[in-house]
Protein backbone atom coordinates (compact mmCIF):
# COMPACT_ATOMS: atom_id res chain seq x y z
CA UNK A 1 0.00 0.00 0.00
CA UNK A 2 1.23 3.42 -0.97
CA UNK A 3 2.25 5.82 1.90
CA UNK A 4 1.05 9.35 2.91
CA UNK A 5 2.90 12.07 4.71
CA UNK A 6 1.60 14.20 7.92
CA UNK A 7 3.17 16.94 9.99
CA UNK A 8 3.45 16.67 13.90
CA UNK A 9 2.92 19.61 15.90
CA UNK A 10 6.93 19.43 16.70
CA UNK A 11 7.70 20.43 13.04
CA UNK A 12 8.70 16.31 12.49
CA UNK A 13 7.25 14.23 9.34
CA UNK A 14 5.67 10.81 9.69
CA UNK A 15 5.02 8.40 7.19
CA UNK A 16 1.77 6.48 7.12
CA UNK A 17 -0.61 4.01 5.43
CA UNK A 18 -2.72 5.79 2.76
CA UNK A 19 -6.09 4.45 4.62
CA UNK A 20 -4.47 5.67 8.20
CA UNK A 21 -7.25 7.68 10.53
CA UNK A 22 -5.97 9.68 13.91
CA UNK A 23 -5.94 6.91 15.65
CA UNK A 24 -3.49 5.05 13.68
CA UNK A 25 -1.40 8.13 13.26
CA UNK A 26 -1.06 8.17 17.10
CA UNK A 27 -0.43 4.75 18.02
CA UNK A 28 1.92 5.31 14.93
CA UNK A 29 3.86 7.99 17.50
CA UNK A 30 3.85 5.48 19.79
CA UNK A 31 1.55 2.94 21.73
CA UNK A 32 1.18 4.83 24.68
CA UNK A 33 -0.52 7.49 22.83
CA UNK A 34 -2.79 5.36 20.86
CA UNK A 35 -3.83 3.99 24.04
CA UNK A 36 -5.18 7.47 25.37
CA UNK A 37 -5.68 9.58 22.44
CA UNK A 38 -9.45 10.26 22.38
CA UNK A 39 -9.93 12.88 19.51
CA UNK A 40 -7.68 14.22 16.92
CA UNK A 41 -7.11 17.53 15.21
CA UNK A 42 -6.32 17.72 11.52
CA UNK A 43 -5.43 21.35 9.93
CA UNK A 44 -6.63 22.90 12.85
CA UNK A 45 -9.92 21.16 13.15
CA UNK A 46 -11.27 18.75 15.76
CA UNK A 47 -12.06 15.63 14.40
CA UNK A 48 -13.15 11.84 15.88
CA UNK A 49 -9.80 10.22 16.42
CA UNK A 50 -11.31 7.49 14.03
CA UNK A 51 -11.23 10.05 11.05
CA UNK A 52 -9.27 9.79 7.94
CA UNK A 53 -5.88 11.39 7.78
CA UNK A 54 -4.80 12.66 4.02
CA UNK A 55 -1.48 13.86 2.58
CA UNK A 56 0.39 16.72 3.82
CA UNK A 57 -2.00 17.23 6.91
CA UNK A 58 -1.43 18.55 10.25
CA UNK A 59 -2.07 16.65 12.76
CA UNK A 60 -2.51 17.35 16.71
CA UNK A 61 -3.32 14.07 18.89
CA UNK A 62 -5.44 15.08 21.96
CA UNK A 63 -5.81 13.04 24.71
CA UNK A 64 -7.90 13.20 28.05
CA UNK A 65 -4.96 13.33 30.32
CA UNK A 66 -3.06 16.29 29.00
CA UNK A 67 -6.37 17.73 28.73
CA UNK A 68 -6.45 19.42 26.10
CA UNK A 69 -10.18 18.16 25.09
CA UNK A 70 -11.10 20.46 28.45
CA UNK A 71 -9.35 23.13 26.78
CA UNK A 72 -11.01 23.04 23.33
CA UNK A 73 -14.18 22.70 25.27
CA UNK A 74 -13.49 25.68 27.39
CA UNK A 75 -12.38 27.44 23.89
CA UNK A 76 -15.74 27.18 22.68
CA UNK A 77 -17.45 27.96 26.03
CA UNK A 78 -15.76 30.98 25.61
CA UNK A 79 -17.72 31.13 22.29
CA UNK A 80 -20.83 30.69 23.76
CA UNK A 81 -19.88 33.58 26.26
CA UNK A 82 -19.41 36.11 23.89
CA UNK A 83 -22.55 34.70 21.78
CA UNK A 84 -24.89 35.51 25.02
CA UNK A 85 -23.38 38.60 25.49
CA UNK A 86 -24.20 39.66 21.66
CA UNK A 87 -27.46 38.84 22.36
CA UNK A 88 -28.28 40.62 25.47
CA UNK A 89 -25.74 43.51 25.06
CA UNK A 90 -25.65 44.07 21.34
CA UNK A 91 -23.07 47.32 21.63
CA UNK A 92 -20.47 45.22 23.31
CA UNK A 93 -17.34 44.91 21.12
CA UNK A 94 -15.49 41.53 21.83
CA UNK A 95 -11.98 41.84 22.04
CA UNK A 96 -10.21 38.26 22.95
CA UNK A 97 -11.37 35.03 24.67
CA UNK A 98 -9.00 32.22 25.03
CA UNK A 99 -9.47 28.91 27.33
CA UNK A 100 -7.14 29.23 30.70
CA UNK A 101 -6.03 26.22 33.07
CA UNK A 102 -8.76 27.11 35.02
CA UNK A 103 -11.51 27.78 32.38
CA UNK A 104 -11.36 30.81 29.91
CA UNK A 105 -11.71 34.26 29.93
CA UNK A 106 -13.34 37.29 27.26
CA UNK A 107 -11.87 40.47 27.15
CA UNK A 108 -14.83 42.61 25.83
CA UNK A 109 -15.00 47.00 25.46
CA UNK A 110 -18.21 49.42 25.16
CA UNK A 111 -20.17 47.77 27.77
CA UNK A 112 -20.23 47.83 31.72
CA UNK A 113 -21.00 44.12 33.65
CA UNK A 114 -22.02 43.94 37.32
CA UNK A 115 -22.75 40.35 38.94
CA UNK A 116 -26.30 40.66 37.87
CA UNK A 117 -25.54 41.01 34.04
CA UNK A 118 -23.78 38.00 34.62
CA UNK A 119 -26.77 35.46 35.86
CA UNK A 120 -28.54 37.01 32.58
CA UNK A 121 -25.55 35.80 30.30
CA UNK A 122 -25.27 32.51 32.20
CA UNK A 123 -28.62 31.63 31.84
CA UNK A 124 -28.40 32.62 27.96
CA UNK A 125 -25.08 30.30 27.87
CA UNK A 126 -27.13 27.42 28.95
CA UNK A 127 -29.68 28.07 26.58
CA UNK A 128 -27.20 27.91 23.92
CA UNK A 129 -26.11 24.82 25.04
CA UNK A 130 -29.66 23.14 24.90
CA UNK A 131 -30.10 24.85 21.27
CA UNK A 132 -27.22 22.52 20.26
CA UNK A 133 -25.94 24.77 17.45
CA UNK A 134 -23.71 22.78 15.45
CA UNK A 135 -19.69 24.96 15.65
CA UNK A 136 -18.48 24.96 11.76
CA UNK A 137 -15.17 26.36 10.87
CA UNK A 138 -15.46 28.77 7.39
CA UNK A 139 -13.14 30.45 5.62
CA UNK A 140 -13.19 33.54 3.98
CA UNK A 141 -11.39 35.97 2.17
CA UNK A 142 -9.29 38.83 4.43
CA UNK A 143 -10.83 41.35 2.49
CA UNK A 144 -14.45 40.51 3.75
CA UNK A 145 -12.95 40.18 7.05
CA UNK A 146 -11.48 42.85 7.29
CA UNK A 147 -14.89 44.57 6.77
CA UNK A 148 -16.23 42.56 8.82
CA UNK A 149 -14.31 44.26 12.21
CA UNK A 150 -15.14 48.05 10.75
CA UNK A 151 -15.82 49.64 13.80
CA UNK A 152 -13.70 46.64 15.79
CA UNK A 153 -10.17 47.41 16.58
CA UNK A 154 -9.25 44.85 18.52
CA UNK A 155 -10.43 42.15 15.70
CA UNK A 156 -8.58 44.39 13.33
CA UNK A 157 -5.60 44.13 15.18
CA UNK A 158 -5.15 40.62 15.27
CA UNK A 159 -6.10 40.16 11.84
CA UNK A 160 -2.79 42.41 11.69
CA UNK A 161 -0.57 40.51 13.38
CA UNK A 162 -2.00 37.02 14.74
CA UNK A 163 -3.41 36.50 11.27
CA UNK A 164 -0.98 38.58 9.12
CA UNK A 165 -0.56 37.52 6.39
CA UNK A 166 -3.76 34.46 6.48
CA UNK A 167 -5.46 34.57 3.43
CA UNK A 168 -8.58 33.22 3.65
CA UNK A 169 -9.00 33.65 7.27
CA UNK A 170 -10.43 31.10 9.72
CA UNK A 171 -13.90 32.10 11.49
CA UNK A 172 -16.30 29.63 13.38
CA UNK A 173 -19.66 29.85 13.13
CA UNK A 174 -22.67 28.99 15.46
CA UNK A 175 -26.39 29.91 15.21
CA UNK A 176 -26.57 33.69 15.53
CA UNK A 177 -22.65 34.18 16.56
CA UNK A 178 -19.26 34.19 14.53
CA UNK A 179 -15.80 34.65 15.69
CA UNK A 180 -12.77 35.10 14.07
CA UNK A 181 -11.16 31.99 15.36
CA UNK A 182 -8.07 29.54 14.95
CA UNK A 183 -9.86 26.62 16.88
CA UNK A 184 -9.98 24.03 17.20
CA UNK A 185 -13.49 23.94 18.66
CA UNK A 186 -16.06 20.91 19.88
CA UNK A 187 -18.74 19.72 17.55
CA UNK A 188 -21.41 21.53 18.65
CA UNK A 189 -22.56 23.87 21.61
CA UNK A 190 -24.54 20.57 23.22
CA UNK A 191 -20.90 18.84 23.93
CA UNK A 192 -20.12 21.71 26.78
CA UNK A 193 -21.73 20.11 29.49
CA UNK A 194 -21.74 22.89 32.05
CA UNK A 195 -20.86 26.51 32.14
CA UNK A 196 -20.29 28.87 34.94
CA UNK A 197 -19.29 32.75 34.79
CA UNK A 198 -17.23 32.98 37.74
CA UNK A 199 -16.18 37.00 38.08
CA UNK A 200 -15.44 40.17 36.20
CA UNK A 201 -12.18 42.07 36.51
CA UNK A 202 -10.39 44.30 34.16
CA UNK A 203 -7.09 44.22 32.12
CA UNK A 204 -5.44 45.89 29.59
CA UNK A 205 -5.73 45.24 25.76
CA UNK A 206 -2.90 43.02 25.66
CA UNK A 207 -1.92 43.91 29.04
CA UNK A 208 0.03 47.36 27.94
CA UNK A 209 -1.10 49.65 30.59
CA UNK A 210 -0.79 52.75 27.52
CA UNK A 211 -3.92 50.91 26.05
CA UNK A 212 -7.49 50.46 26.19
CA UNK A 213 -8.59 49.16 29.98
CA UNK A 214 -11.63 46.77 28.83
CA UNK A 215 -13.85 43.87 30.67
CA UNK A 216 -12.76 40.76 31.37
CA UNK A 217 -15.15 38.06 32.32
CA UNK A 218 -14.33 34.60 33.45
CA UNK A 219 -15.68 31.43 33.11
CA UNK A 220 -15.42 27.29 33.35
CA UNK A 221 -17.17 24.81 31.64
CA UNK A 222 -17.25 20.53 32.32
CA UNK A 223 -18.15 18.00 30.11
CA UNK A 224 -20.60 17.20 33.03
CA UNK A 225 -22.75 19.12 35.83
CA UNK A 226 -21.30 16.89 38.22
CA UNK A 227 -17.34 17.99 37.56
CA UNK A 228 -18.41 21.44 37.70
CA UNK A 229 -19.89 21.00 40.93
CA UNK A 230 -16.61 19.71 42.02
CA UNK A 231 -14.47 21.86 41.05
CA UNK A 232 -16.64 24.51 42.56
CA UNK A 233 -16.49 23.01 45.81
CA UNK A 234 -12.27 22.67 45.63
CA UNK A 235 -12.71 26.47 44.26
CA UNK A 236 -14.36 26.98 47.64
CA UNK A 237 -11.98 25.55 49.62
CA UNK A 238 -8.83 27.12 47.70
CA UNK A 239 -10.04 30.59 48.20
CA UNK A 240 -9.76 29.60 52.07
CA UNK A 241 -6.60 28.58 51.84
CA UNK A 242 -5.72 31.28 49.46
CA UNK A 243 -2.02 32.34 50.07
CA UNK A 244 -3.08 36.32 50.20
CA UNK A 245 -5.88 35.64 52.78
CA UNK A 246 -3.65 33.73 55.59
CA UNK A 247 -0.94 35.90 54.48
CA UNK A 248 -2.69 38.67 56.50
CA UNK A 249 -4.61 36.11 59.09
CA UNK A 250 -1.10 34.66 60.10
CA UNK A 251 0.91 38.27 59.89
CA UNK A 252 3.21 36.59 57.08
CA UNK A 253 3.27 39.40 54.87
CA UNK A 254 1.99 42.15 53.10
CA UNK A 255 1.99 44.17 49.47
CA UNK A 256 0.94 47.53 50.92
CA UNK A 257 0.39 50.21 48.04
CA UNK A 258 2.36 52.48 49.39
CA UNK A 259 5.65 50.61 48.84
CA UNK A 260 4.68 50.02 45.16
CA UNK A 261 2.99 46.88 43.49
CA UNK A 262 4.79 43.35 43.44
CA UNK A 263 6.71 44.37 46.44
CA UNK A 264 6.61 42.41 49.33
CA UNK A 265 7.36 42.88 53.09
CA UNK A 266 8.14 40.43 54.56
CA UNK A 267 6.59 40.35 58.49
CA UNK A 268 9.03 38.59 61.74
CA UNK A 269 6.56 35.41 61.13
CA UNK A 270 6.68 35.43 57.26
CA UNK A 271 10.69 36.14 58.11
CA UNK A 272 11.07 33.28 60.25
CA UNK A 273 9.55 30.55 57.39
CA UNK A 274 11.70 31.99 55.18
CA UNK A 275 14.98 31.81 57.10
CA UNK A 276 14.45 28.34 57.68
CA UNK A 277 13.98 27.63 54.08
CA UNK A 278 17.18 29.12 53.71
CA UNK A 279 18.88 27.14 55.83
CA UNK A 280 17.68 23.89 54.72
CA UNK A 281 18.46 24.80 50.99
CA UNK A 282 22.00 26.49 52.32
CA UNK A 283 22.88 22.98 53.96
CA UNK A 284 21.82 20.92 50.43
CA UNK A 285 23.85 22.87 48.65
CA UNK A 286 27.04 22.76 50.87
CA UNK A 287 26.09 18.89 51.10
CA UNK A 288 26.42 18.83 47.32
CA UNK A 289 29.47 20.97 47.26
CA UNK A 290 28.25 24.29 46.26
CA UNK A 291 30.26 27.35 47.75
CA UNK A 292 28.22 30.33 48.72
CA UNK A 293 28.45 33.51 46.76
CA UNK A 294 26.82 37.22 47.16
CA UNK A 295 26.54 39.65 44.30
CA UNK A 296 24.29 42.96 44.52
CA UNK A 297 21.07 44.34 43.65
CA UNK A 298 22.36 46.14 40.44
CA UNK A 299 25.39 46.80 37.88
CA UNK A 300 25.60 48.54 35.08
CA UNK A 301 24.14 47.93 31.89
CA UNK A 302 27.65 47.21 30.05
CA UNK A 303 26.94 43.88 32.00
CA UNK A 304 23.50 43.35 30.91
CA UNK A 305 24.88 43.93 27.27
CA UNK A 306 27.47 41.37 27.55
CA UNK A 307 24.83 39.19 28.91
CA UNK A 308 22.26 39.41 26.15
CA UNK A 309 19.46 40.99 29.15
CA UNK A 310 19.96 44.45 27.33
CA UNK A 311 18.89 43.55 24.17
CA UNK A 312 16.05 40.60 25.04
CA UNK A 313 14.58 41.45 28.51
CA UNK A 314 14.87 45.48 28.85
CA UNK A 315 11.58 46.28 28.90
CA UNK A 316 11.63 43.91 32.25
CA UNK A 317 13.92 45.80 33.70
CA UNK A 318 14.67 48.19 36.06
CA UNK A 319 17.25 51.50 34.99
CA UNK A 320 18.49 54.51 36.65
CA UNK A 321 20.92 56.87 36.00
CA UNK A 322 24.36 57.22 38.08
CA UNK A 323 26.44 59.77 37.10
CA UNK A 324 25.82 59.76 34.05
CA UNK A 325 26.23 56.13 33.48
CA UNK A 326 23.21 53.61 32.94
CA UNK A 327 22.83 50.90 35.59
CA UNK A 328 20.27 48.10 35.97
CA UNK A 329 18.93 46.34 38.75
CA UNK A 330 19.50 42.53 38.19
CA UNK A 331 16.57 40.77 36.63
CA UNK A 332 18.93 37.04 36.75
CA UNK A 333 21.96 36.47 38.83
CA UNK A 334 24.02 34.57 36.50
CA UNK A 335 25.73 37.61 34.98
CA UNK A 336 26.98 38.23 38.14
CA UNK A 337 28.09 34.51 38.85
CA UNK A 338 29.72 34.05 34.94
CA UNK A 339 31.72 37.36 35.79
CA UNK A 340 33.20 35.66 39.15
CA UNK A 341 33.93 32.72 37.81
CA UNK A 342 35.81 34.91 34.93
CA UNK A 343 37.84 36.19 37.37
CA UNK A 344 40.35 33.68 37.29
CA UNK A 345 41.77 30.64 35.31
CA UNK A 346 40.43 27.18 36.00
CA UNK A 347 41.94 24.35 34.61
CA UNK A 348 39.98 20.77 33.82
CA UNK A 349 40.83 20.00 37.30
CA UNK A 350 38.91 22.70 39.18
CA UNK A 351 35.19 21.37 37.32
CA UNK A 352 32.64 21.54 38.19
CA UNK A 353 32.80 24.71 40.00
CA UNK A 354 29.42 25.41 41.48
CA UNK A 355 28.04 28.80 43.38
CA UNK A 356 25.16 29.43 44.87
CA UNK A 357 23.36 32.64 46.18
CA UNK A 358 19.92 33.59 47.34
CA UNK A 359 19.94 36.46 45.11
CA UNK A 360 17.29 38.95 44.65
CA UNK A 361 15.91 39.81 41.44
CA UNK A 362 13.51 42.56 39.91
CA UNK A 363 11.28 42.46 37.13
CA UNK A 364 8.88 45.02 35.58
CA UNK A 365 5.96 42.85 35.38
CA UNK A 366 2.67 43.97 34.00
CA UNK A 367 1.02 45.67 36.87
CA UNK A 368 -2.61 43.95 35.86
CA UNK A 369 -0.43 40.44 36.13
CA UNK A 370 0.42 40.96 39.58
CA UNK A 371 -1.04 38.73 42.02
CA UNK A 372 -0.09 38.19 45.80
CA UNK A 373 3.50 36.09 45.52
CA UNK A 374 3.06 34.64 42.66
CA UNK A 375 3.54 37.20 40.14
CA UNK A 376 5.99 40.10 42.15
CA UNK A 377 8.34 42.75 40.91
CA UNK A 378 10.60 41.95 43.23
CA UNK A 379 11.49 37.91 43.98
CA UNK A 380 14.45 35.69 46.04
CA UNK A 381 15.81 33.00 43.46
CA UNK A 382 17.61 30.44 45.37
CA UNK A 383 20.15 30.42 42.55
CA UNK A 384 22.90 28.11 41.36
CA UNK A 385 24.99 28.06 38.41
CA UNK A 386 27.33 25.46 38.05
CA UNK A 387 30.34 25.27 35.37
CA UNK A 388 31.61 22.18 34.16
CA UNK A 389 32.79 20.38 31.25
CA UNK A 390 30.15 18.59 28.27
CA UNK A 391 31.06 15.39 29.66
CA UNK A 392 29.97 16.30 33.33
CA UNK A 393 26.59 17.30 32.41
CA UNK A 394 25.06 13.98 33.31
CA UNK A 395 26.80 13.41 36.65
CA UNK A 396 26.14 16.97 37.49
CA UNK A 397 22.15 17.28 36.68
CA UNK A 398 22.17 13.90 38.43
CA UNK A 399 23.03 15.39 41.79
CA UNK A 400 20.59 18.70 41.33
CA UNK A 401 17.85 16.10 40.18
CA UNK A 402 18.54 14.34 43.91
CA UNK A 403 18.49 17.78 45.68
CA UNK A 404 15.20 18.49 43.90
CA UNK A 405 13.11 15.40 44.98
CA UNK A 406 14.48 15.03 48.16
CA UNK A 407 13.15 18.87 48.63
CA UNK A 408 9.90 17.56 46.99
CA UNK A 409 9.73 14.65 49.56
CA UNK A 410 9.97 16.86 52.64
CA UNK A 411 7.52 19.37 51.91
CA UNK A 412 5.15 16.66 50.93
CA UNK A 413 4.71 17.91 46.97
CA UNK A 414 4.22 16.37 43.92
CA UNK A 415 5.01 18.20 40.96
CA UNK A 416 4.78 17.79 37.06
CA UNK A 417 8.35 17.43 35.18
CA UNK A 418 8.71 17.95 31.64
CA UNK A 419 12.02 18.14 29.67
CA UNK A 420 12.34 20.64 26.51
CA UNK A 421 14.00 20.10 23.87
CA UNK A 422 16.10 22.21 21.14
CA UNK A 423 13.69 25.10 19.91
CA UNK A 424 14.22 26.16 15.87
CA UNK A 425 16.53 29.05 17.13
CA UNK A 426 19.09 28.24 18.95
CA UNK A 427 22.82 28.45 19.28
CA UNK A 428 25.54 26.13 20.03
CA UNK A 429 26.28 23.37 17.63
CA UNK A 430 24.54 20.06 17.03
CA UNK A 431 27.27 18.22 18.98
CA UNK A 432 26.51 19.66 22.38
CA UNK A 433 23.04 19.53 21.64
CA UNK A 434 22.68 16.32 21.32
CA UNK A 435 25.32 15.33 23.81
CA UNK A 436 23.33 17.60 26.42
CA UNK A 437 20.22 16.35 25.41
CA UNK A 438 20.92 12.52 25.82
CA UNK A 439 22.82 13.25 29.00
CA UNK A 440 19.27 14.81 30.49
CA UNK A 441 17.30 11.82 29.10
CA UNK A 442 19.18 9.64 30.72
CA UNK A 443 18.86 11.42 33.73
CA UNK A 444 15.43 11.11 33.99
CA UNK A 445 15.23 7.87 32.72
CA UNK A 446 17.74 6.26 35.27
CA UNK A 447 15.91 8.12 38.57
CA UNK A 448 12.68 6.63 36.87
CA UNK A 449 10.75 10.13 36.53
CA UNK A 450 7.75 10.37 34.67
CA UNK A 451 8.20 13.41 32.42
CA UNK A 452 6.55 14.85 29.30
CA UNK A 453 8.90 15.64 26.98
CA UNK A 454 8.44 19.13 25.00
CA UNK A 455 10.24 19.03 21.55
CA UNK A 456 11.58 22.89 20.28
CA UNK A 457 10.42 24.26 24.02
CA UNK A 458 13.78 24.61 25.32
CA UNK A 459 15.36 27.96 25.92
CA UNK A 460 17.77 28.65 22.57
CA UNK A 461 20.41 28.79 25.16
CA UNK A 462 20.08 25.21 26.80
CA UNK A 463 17.59 22.25 26.59
CA UNK A 464 15.91 22.14 30.28
CA UNK A 465 14.07 20.06 33.10
CA UNK A 466 11.30 21.84 34.78
CA UNK A 467 9.33 21.20 37.22
CA UNK A 468 5.75 22.55 38.07
CA UNK A 469 3.54 22.07 40.96
CA UNK A 470 -0.22 21.55 40.31
CA UNK A 471 -2.91 22.85 43.11
CA UNK A 472 -6.00 21.36 44.24
CA UNK A 473 -7.69 23.54 41.30
CA UNK A 474 -5.51 22.04 38.66
CA UNK A 475 -3.54 25.45 38.32
CA UNK A 476 0.39 24.74 37.61
CA UNK A 477 2.97 26.77 39.24
CA UNK A 478 6.49 27.00 38.12
CA UNK A 479 8.96 25.19 40.85
CA UNK A 480 12.39 23.83 40.28
CA UNK A 481 14.05 23.77 36.86
CA UNK A 482 17.73 22.93 35.66
CA UNK A 483 18.63 24.78 32.64
CA UNK A 484 21.51 24.02 30.04
CA UNK A 485 23.36 27.26 28.79
CA UNK A 486 25.61 27.30 25.98
CA UNK A 487 25.18 30.70 25.39
CA UNK A 488 26.45 32.58 28.66
CA UNK A 489 29.55 31.04 28.94
CA UNK A 490 30.01 32.45 25.36
CA UNK A 491 28.96 35.91 25.64
CA UNK A 492 31.55 35.98 28.80
CA UNK A 493 33.98 33.83 27.22
CA UNK A 494 34.86 31.34 29.98
CA UNK A 495 37.52 29.22 29.50
CA UNK A 496 39.22 26.27 31.49
CA UNK A 497 42.41 24.70 29.95
CA UNK A 498 41.56 20.89 29.00
CA UNK A 499 43.73 18.14 29.62
CA UNK A 500 45.31 18.96 26.11
CA UNK A 501 46.51 22.12 27.16
CA UNK A 502 43.77 24.07 24.88
CA UNK A 503 41.00 26.93 26.00
CA UNK A 504 38.04 25.10 26.27
CA UNK A 505 34.68 26.50 27.28
CA UNK A 506 32.41 25.09 29.94
CA UNK A 507 28.97 24.49 29.98
CA UNK A 508 26.95 26.65 31.96
CA UNK A 509 23.99 25.65 34.36
CA UNK A 510 21.27 27.33 36.45
CA UNK A 511 19.22 25.42 38.53
CA UNK A 512 16.83 26.40 41.93
CA UNK A 513 15.64 24.02 43.94
CA UNK A 514 12.35 25.83 45.12
CA UNK A 515 12.52 28.37 42.04
CA UNK A 516 11.91 31.73 43.73
CA UNK A 517 11.34 31.92 47.39
CA UNK A 518 7.68 33.82 46.59
CA UNK A 519 6.28 31.05 44.95
CA UNK A 520 7.44 28.31 46.60
CA UNK A 521 6.03 30.27 50.06
CA UNK A 522 2.88 31.02 48.20
CA UNK A 523 2.53 27.37 47.05
CA UNK A 524 3.65 25.75 50.65
CA UNK A 525 0.76 28.30 52.64
CA UNK A 526 -1.43 26.71 50.51
CA UNK A 527 -0.26 23.32 50.35
CA UNK A 528 -0.17 23.46 54.34
CA UNK A 529 -2.97 25.55 54.82
CA UNK A 530 -1.06 27.44 56.94
CA UNK A 531 -0.68 24.73 59.02
CA UNK A 532 3.27 24.15 58.98
CA UNK A 533 4.99 21.44 59.84
CA UNK A 534 7.16 22.05 63.16
CA UNK A 535 10.14 23.20 62.09
CA UNK A 536 8.92 25.79 60.05
CA UNK A 537 5.86 27.46 62.45
CA UNK A 538 6.70 30.73 63.46
CA UNK A 539 5.27 30.18 66.16
CA UNK A 540 6.05 26.51 67.14
CA UNK A 541 4.25 26.04 71.14
CA UNK A 542 2.12 28.11 72.66
CA UNK A 543 1.96 27.92 76.33
CA UNK A 544 -1.42 28.39 78.01
CA UNK A 545 -1.85 28.88 81.72
CA UNK A 546 -5.02 27.87 82.96
CA UNK A 547 -5.03 31.22 85.44
CA UNK A 548 -2.36 34.07 85.94
CA UNK A 549 -1.63 32.33 88.97
CA UNK A 550 0.44 29.62 86.86
CA UNK A 551 2.43 32.27 84.71
CA UNK A 552 5.52 31.87 86.72
CA UNK A 553 5.69 28.29 85.85
CA UNK A 554 4.67 28.84 82.10
CA UNK A 555 7.40 30.86 81.67
CA UNK A 556 9.93 28.29 83.16
CA UNK A 557 9.24 25.55 81.19
CA UNK A 558 9.30 27.85 77.97
CA UNK A 559 12.66 28.61 79.39
CA UNK A 560 13.51 24.44 79.71
CA UNK A 561 12.05 24.57 75.68
CA UNK A 562 15.95 26.16 75.16
CA UNK A 563 15.89 27.50 71.39
CA UNK A 564 12.52 26.50 70.25
CA UNK A 565 9.85 29.57 69.52
CA UNK A 566 7.57 29.27 72.60
CA UNK A 567 4.92 32.06 73.53
CA UNK A 568 3.20 32.39 76.91
CA UNK A 569 -0.48 33.41 76.46
CA UNK A 570 -0.56 35.89 79.23
CA UNK A 571 -4.06 37.22 77.96
CA UNK A 572 -6.58 36.55 81.52
CA UNK A 573 -9.47 34.48 78.56
CA UNK A 574 -10.91 31.25 79.42
CA UNK A 575 -8.93 27.96 78.64
CA UNK A 576 -11.13 27.86 75.93
CA UNK A 577 -10.84 31.07 74.69
CA UNK A 578 -7.43 30.39 74.41
CA UNK A 579 -7.12 27.31 72.78
CA UNK A 580 -9.52 28.32 70.28
CA UNK A 581 -7.17 31.42 69.35
CA UNK A 582 -4.24 28.88 69.33
CA UNK A 583 -5.71 26.60 67.32
CA UNK A 584 -6.83 29.16 64.52
CA UNK A 585 -3.01 30.91 64.79
CA UNK A 586 -2.41 26.88 63.70
CA UNK A 587 0.44 26.59 66.38
CA UNK A 588 1.65 23.10 66.24
CA UNK A 589 1.62 22.43 69.24
CA UNK A 590 0.12 23.75 73.26
CA UNK A 591 1.25 23.26 76.83
CA UNK A 592 -1.54 23.60 79.32
CA UNK A 593 -0.59 24.62 82.83
CA UNK A 594 -2.65 24.26 85.61
CA UNK A 595 -2.11 23.78 89.00
CA UNK A 596 -2.07 20.27 89.17
CA UNK A 597 0.79 20.58 86.33
CA UNK A 598 2.47 23.17 88.58
CA UNK A 599 2.70 20.73 91.82
CA UNK A 600 4.14 18.48 89.91
CA UNK A 601 6.52 19.42 87.80
CA UNK A 602 4.48 17.93 84.62
CA UNK A 603 2.44 19.60 81.44
CA UNK A 604 -0.42 18.34 79.29
CA UNK A 605 0.24 18.67 75.54
CA UNK A 606 -2.07 19.33 72.93
CA UNK A 607 -1.84 19.54 69.13
CA UNK A 608 -3.75 21.08 66.11
CA UNK A 609 -5.97 18.07 65.55
CA UNK A 610 -7.50 18.70 69.37
CA UNK A 611 -5.60 15.72 70.93
CA UNK A 612 -4.38 15.60 74.07
CA UNK A 613 -2.28 14.20 77.01
CA UNK A 614 -1.78 14.90 80.44
CA UNK A 615 1.25 14.21 82.60
CA UNK A 616 3.95 14.63 80.63
CA UNK A 617 7.67 15.30 81.38
CA UNK A 618 9.00 18.04 79.96
CA UNK A 619 12.17 16.27 79.35
CA UNK A 620 10.24 13.79 77.58
CA UNK A 621 8.39 17.08 75.27
CA UNK A 622 11.67 18.62 74.56
CA UNK A 623 13.34 15.28 73.28
CA UNK A 624 10.44 14.94 70.63
CA UNK A 625 10.50 18.70 69.87
CA UNK A 626 13.77 18.00 69.21
CA UNK A 627 13.78 15.07 66.58
CA UNK A 628 10.50 15.75 64.82
CA UNK A 629 12.19 19.49 64.00
CA UNK A 630 15.66 17.93 63.22
CA UNK A 631 13.46 15.36 60.52
CA UNK A 632 11.52 17.51 58.87
CA UNK A 633 8.18 15.65 60.02
CA UNK A 634 5.56 16.94 58.36
CA UNK A 635 2.67 16.55 61.22
CA UNK A 636 3.05 17.65 64.55
CA UNK A 637 3.18 14.04 66.15
CA UNK A 638 3.70 13.71 69.49
CA UNK A 639 0.46 12.23 70.75
CA UNK A 640 0.64 9.89 68.17
CA UNK A 641 2.99 7.55 70.03
ZN1 LIG B 1 -11.94 31.40 19.48
ZN1 LIG C 1 20.80 31.59 35.95
Known amino acids: MSEIVVSLPDGSELSVAEDATVEDVAYEIGPGLGRVAVEGVVDGELVDKAAPVHDGAEIVIVTDQSGE ?15 ALQRLHPEAKLAIGPPTDEGFYYDVANVDLDAEDLDEIEAEMEEILEEDLPIERELR ?66 GDEDEDTLTRVYGTAFESESDLEEYLTLREEAQERDH ?63 SGHYDNYVDDMFLMDVNDEEYGLKPMNCPGHATIFDQKSWSYRDLPVRYFEDGKVYRKEQRGELSGLS ?60 QAESQLRSVLENQGIDYDLEPGDG ?20 GPTVQLDFNMPERFELSYTGEDNEDHRPVMIHRALYGSYERFFMVLIEH ?42 DRSWTLGRKIREAQEDRVPYMIVVGGDEQEAGTISVRDRKEREDQDVEIETFRAHLEAEYEEKRIEPDFLDE
Not at 252 to 271: A, E, M, Q, R
Open 528 to 569: FDGKFPLWLAPEQVRILPISDDQLGYAHRVKNELGDFRVSVE
Open 375 to 434: RVWSFTIDDGHLFCRPEQIEQEVNQVMEAIYEVLDTFDLDAHVALATRPEKSVGGDEIWE
Open 459 to 478: AFYGPKIDFAFEDALGRKWD
Open 69 to 83: YLRVLRHSAAHVFAQ
Open 141 to 206: PREEAIATYEDNRYKREILDDEAAGEDPVSFYVQGDFEDLCQGPHVESTGDIGAVKLLNISSAYWR
Open 244 to 306: RKLGQELDLFSIPDVTGPGLPLYHPNGKKILDELGDYARSLNLDAGYDPVETPHLFRTELWKK
